[in-house]
């Protein structure tokens, strides 16, 4: 059973428009959750995270919401570049430290 | 910023072959994890490590073997490989100080089996 799920596949999107790639979660036990990024050939790079406590954070161009009563959290990239197309990876940790990831989302920035 | 370093970064190579793949972090992270990975899925937890002499199965059982005797340094050793073997692994480190912080990844390494 998948504990963390998103469930887009894919997204494209027009160059300095808003991409909006969203993940939900069933483990009310998580309180803390990451979005990674990642190129063919690398390893996941760290983007944002947000702890339980908050319902936004923000860096840059990137804004990940967080909204818990729903169990499903967001992230914005805005203005989307072409340079951000990749595959996004979206996590939640508990108490524990392990992360459990969803499947991934590719994106494509358009030029 | 971990630097974390993953060899080889690709490996092709028969059945029934003793297999290690090298992990080493720079950073003295006590934390550091293996993940499996197939084309389209998610990450899998196999292997993690909070410490020297410490290690735990993860989430996803596994066929391979994991020791750490060095804090920089997390092995994983498959005695045998076989076909089921062929996927991405990722090895990643995370500082447990302070709170929550995210685990850093390595390259990888894309195993295939023939």
């Known amino acids: 059973d998948q504990q963390v799920k998103q469930n887009s596949p894919s997204l494209s999107v027009q160059e300095g428009r808003i991409s909006i790639l969203n993940c939900d979660y069933t483990?009310?036990?998580?309180?803390?959750f990451l979005w990674y990024k990642k190129y063919p050939a690398e390893g996941p790079t760290f983007l944002i995270s947000?702890?339980?406590?908050?319902d936004k954070n923000e860096d840059g161009r990137f804004t990940v919401f967080l909204n818990k009563s729903a169990k499903h959290l967001s992230l914005h990239i805005v203005p989307s570049q072409p340079g951000d197309s990749a595959v996004y990876f979206c996590?939640?940790?508990?108490?524990?430290?392990?992360?459990?990831f969803g499947k991934g989302i590719t994106l494509s920035v358009r030029p | 910023e971990a630097d974390i370093y993953q060899t080889p970064r690709y490996l092709v190579i028969g059945t029934g072959k003793k297999i290690t793949l090298e992990c080493s972090q720079t950073?003295?992270?006590?934390?550091m994890y293996w993940y499996q990975q197939d084309p389209g899925m998610e990450l899998h937890l196999i292997h993690y490590s909070y410490g020297v002499n410490s290690t735990e199965k993860g989430d996803l059982s596994s066929e391979s073997t994991v020791s750490r005797i060095r804090t920089e340094h997390f092995p994983l050793t498959l005695e045998s490989a076989r076909p089921s073997h062929t996927s991405q692994y990722l090895c990643?480190?995370?500082?447990?100080?302070?709170?929550?912080?995210?685990?850093?990844f390595g390259d990888g390494t894309r195993l295939s089996i023939l």
């Open positions: 483990n009310s036990m998580f309180d803390y």
């Open positions: 950073m003295g992270h006590d934390k």
């Open positions: 990643a480190s995370s500082d447990p100080q302070g709170g929550n912080q995210p685990q850093h």
């Open positions: 996590a939640a940790t508990g108490a524990n430290s392990k992360l459990t």
């Open positions: 947000i702890s339980s406590i908050k």
